[in-house]
């Protein structure tokens, strides 16, 4: 059973010390993803096995699926639970469509995209909003004044149909800055940082999480297991893709974001500390994140009900400080993927 804890020390509300996410629900071959997509009769069974384990904190974004993810979550959020049980959180700023106001972070786009989230969802409102990236930091979209952003964004909180606001990969200054400008104008500040890390991408322990953990902001690390790669799906290099994501389209991605020539030499040491526990790759990797006292509530991503409680176990994993040493002591710095516009 997984723990409640505060999301971070800026906010009153409880979160499960897992998150799930739900980029893979939505209508099998739409959005980016749609080839590894799961339908809604195959997502229930993941959502009530997340319930029994006390997993009541969901992560979805409106591009997921093109939408198709938010109908899907909320739909099944809605049939199963009452609304006071769980936390959704989703996301805007990746554009919906072609359209030159259809992404971003404009007040235009913020205030439609919110309400189009809304109504797919079929909630009145959501516990968590997360800016998908940077107002400068949008692919193929204008740099939105900061200003602009962080006013509607406040101006979405104070019309109740968001409670808290979090961010998502960005560099350390530019955050700093996004929450120095919030505090100066009395706005609603973020609570959250849904930022890149794991045991094969770590450049975030140079400045982000220090800067979280000193402010009280939670961290809610995204692709924990490397899309794959820590749990073993692609068998010692990108050639060997296990799965259906690994083996699909979703190769590509995952080439951009892990370049580190020791990648699959740590994952060689997270099987061999799994072997030693007696459990699964992906569990050391999880239960190494939840070794680290700045770490709220990593997001995790599953297929299966079965890998849903693997993970779950995963928190009760307790790591000797020479295991930590030893999966940790092959990685050497990599270019910060923000710098190269690919994170």
Known sequence: ??????????????????????????????????????????????????????????????????????R??????SSMFQR?????????AIPMGPGPNQGGLSRKHIFEGVDASLSRLGHDYVDHLVIHRHPHGVRGQTSVPIEETLEALHDVVKAGKVLYLGASS???WQF??????ARAHGWTEFVSMQNHYNLIYREEEREMNPYCSSTGIALTPWSPLARGILAGSY????SGGSTSRSSGRDRIRTESLYRGDADFKIADRV???????????????????????????????VSRVSQLE???????IDLSDEDVEYLEELYRPVENLLSIGTS
């Not at 693997?310 to 009760?316: C, D, I, K």
């Open 1 to 70: 059973m997984l723990s409640s804890v505060p999301l971070g020390k800026k906010c009153g509300m409880r979160v499960s010390n897992l998150c799930l996410g739900t980029m893979n629900f939505g209508e099998p071959g739409r959005g980016h993803q749609g080839d590894w997509t799961l339908p809604e009769d195959q997502a229930r069974p993941i959502f009530k096995t997340a319930f029994d384990n006390g997993l009541y904190f969901f992560d979805c974004a409106n591009v997921y699926g093109l939408g198709a993810s938010e």
């Open 72 to 77: 899907v979550v909320g739909k099944i959020l």
């Open 84 to 92: 006071d049980e769980y936390v959704l959180a989703t996301k805007v």
């Open 170 to 172: 960005m560099f350390a």
């Open 176 to 181: 700093a800055e996004l929450q120095l400008t």
């Open 235 to 238: 068998r010692g290099g990108f």
């Open 271 to 301: 099987a061999e500390t799994a072997e030693k526990y007696g459990k699964k790759p992906a569990q050391i990797a999880i239960a190494w994140l939840l070794s680290k006292p700045e770490i709220t509530s990593p997001i995790v991503g």
């Open 310 to 316: 693997e993970l779950v176990e995963a928190s009760a």
